[in-house]
């Protein structure tokens, strides 16, 4: 079992810069792949980005590609997700996952276990 608990979220400007942390805990976190997804109210939850366990691959969605970034620290058991220029668009609640498995998903049902969502608000 794996728990997780996202921090970071908030009101941020379009063209701002915010940073989302998950926190995990209960077993050996570089034993995981790590992804962030996200969604909004009436949509559904969508990929936005996915880091591999040792940090050397990283994937991200087209719509943020190149403005957000994610990044692990296995030492301190957390995975980030840098967000740079955020639109309106990117308003959601943001979920970091955990997958299990080998490898890396761009899908929510590639992982176990999930963290229960922060909000992030971008105004225009």
């Known amino acids: 079992q794996v728990q997780l608990v996202e921090s970071g979220g908030g009101l941020v400007q379009a063209g701002g810069s915010l940073r989302l942390s998950c926190a995990a805990s209960?077993?050996?976190?570089?034993?995981?792949?790590m992804g962030w997804f996200r969604q909004a109210p009436g949509k559904d939850r969508e990929f936005v980005a996915a880091i591999s366990r040792s940090a050397g691959s990283t994937y991200y969605s087209d719509s943020v590609k190149g403005r957000f970034t994610i990044s692990r620290d296995n030492a301190k058991n957390t995975v980030y997700l840098q967000m740079n220029s955020p639109k309106p668009e990117d308003t959601a609640v943001y979920y970091c996952?955990?997958?299990?498995?080998?490898?890396?998903?761009?899908?929510?049902?590639?992982?176990?276990?999930w963290g229960q969502g922060t909000q992030v608000t971008v105004s225009s």
């Open positions: 209960g077993r050996t976190f570089s034993n995981y792949a």
């Open positions: 996952a955990a997958r299990q498995l080998p490898g890396v998903s761009k899908v929510a049902a590639g992982y176990n276990y």
